[in-house]
């Protein structure tokens, strides 16, 4: 693995971090303004459910 590779690995593990620190209203508010598409053709009718199950359940 080059420097910048483990670099980009570092800088990606800290950005999840801090994203996985936004509060309660923060993620409401960001669901509530989410533009609402059709979901991918490849995607299955059961990993549909569970991504909008996930999605009622911090809304």
Known sequence: MTPDETQQ????????????????DEVKSILAERESVAPEDALSAAAIDRVQQRIKEFS
């Open 9 to 24: 690995q570092k800088d990606f593990a800290m950005l999840l971090q801090a994203l996985k620190q936004g509060s309660s």
